[in-house]
């Protein structure tokens, strides 16, 4: 049962342009959305979060869009670099009663930018 | 101004030893949790603690894992009588612990623990 999903695990783009990550999701109860870079051999590193209640938020080059009734949020590279290249893993978690934040993770797309 | 540490960054065991991975939070951090990602995968909630709780043991598998976050000292994975099936990379995220639950906080992750099971 997989909850949070990265249809897309590659994307190749040329440098200077821009990367479009997508993730999906199921669980409506999701509020809580990040996501992280990981490079091979080391920990995922925290790029950008939204909370439900906005539809996008803005961090420099990273900007992140949430649709709600679409169940469906999207990572925008702008320009894209070199070293932008990585895995991206989307995570989404939910705040309810009892609930301990665990964050649920997709698969990952490895993006590939080009010089 | 370190961030999450863990150690070791890898770890060689045979098959019916012992595992042990080691966690140390940020500074100011109060909630530990871990997670592990197998070849190709995402990573995979394990468990959840707070100092000497544990709040979430959902994803733990319920033989042989065992996790703890004592009053002082890092935040140790136990891993007993590991098998093939168990090498995988196993990290270590912090939070602040404002939140009452956690929930709504950013996890920081560290560098990880690589576990090879021969």
Not at chain 1, 48 to 70: C, H, M, P, Q, Y
Not at chain 2, 52 to 76: H, L, T, V, W
Request: hydrophobic share 35%; charged share 20%.
């Amino acid at each position: 049962d997989q909850q949070v999903k990265q249809n897309s695990p590659s994307l190749s783009v040329q440098e200077g342009r821009i990367s479009i990550l997508n993730c999906d999701y199921t669980n409506s109860m999701f509020d809580y959305f990040l996501w992280y870079k990981k490079y091979p051999a080391e920990g995922p590193t925290f790029l950008i979060s939204i909370s439900s209640i906005k539809d996008k938020n803005e961090d420099g080059r990273f900007t992140v869009f949430l649709n709600k009734s679409a169940k469906h949020l999207s990572l925008h590279i702008v320009p894209s670099q070199p070293g932008d290249s990585a895995v991206y893993f989307c995570a989404a978690s939910e705040f309810l009663p009892g609930n301990t934040g665990k964050l649920i993770f997709g698969q990952g797309t490895t993006l590939q930018v080009k010089p | 101004n370190a961030g999450v540490m863990q150690n070791p960054r890898h770890l060689v065991r045979r098959r019916g030893q012992e595992a042990r991975l080691r966690c140390s939070p940020m500074k100011g951090h109060s909630h530990v949790y871990w997670y592990r990602q197998l070849p190709e995968e995402g990573l995979k909630f394990m468990v959840y603690l707070q100092k000497e709780n544990i709040i979430d043991e959902s994803g733990m598998p319920k033989e042989r894992f065992s996790a703890e976050f004592p009053k002082e000292g890092p935040s140790i994975l136990r891993i007993q009588q590991v098998v093939r099936g168990d090498s995988a990379a196993y990290f270590c995220a912090s939070s602040p612990g404002w939140q009452r639950q956690g929930a709504q906080e950013t996890q920081y992750f560290g560098p990880g623990t690589r576990l090879l099971v021969l």
